[in-house]
């Protein structure tokens, strides 16, 4: 049962490094995706703000692995 589990957080390690990553990127796509359903903003200012935001994001999570 041991051996079983620790593939499969090994697995999970594989896809979801750093919890805060993900989650903010999954925020960020939901705002995102309202923004456009709701507010009416256009699909490619929607892109931009998606690429933005993952870059920062990116950014926020590369300057806090150095500081460690």
Do not use: Q, W, Y
Request: with cysteine; glycine share 8%.
């Amino acid at each position: 049962m041991s051996v079983l589990r620790t593939a499969l957080s090994e697995l999970i390690g594989m896809f979801i490094d750093d919890g805060s990553l993900a989650t903010l990127c999954l925020i960020l796509v939901v705002a995102v995706v309202g923004a456009v359903e709701l507010l009416a903003l256009p699909p490619l200012a929607g892109g931009v703000l998606l690429l933005a935001g993952c870059l920062a994001i990116l950014v926020h999570n590369v300057l806090r692995a150095v500081k460690r």
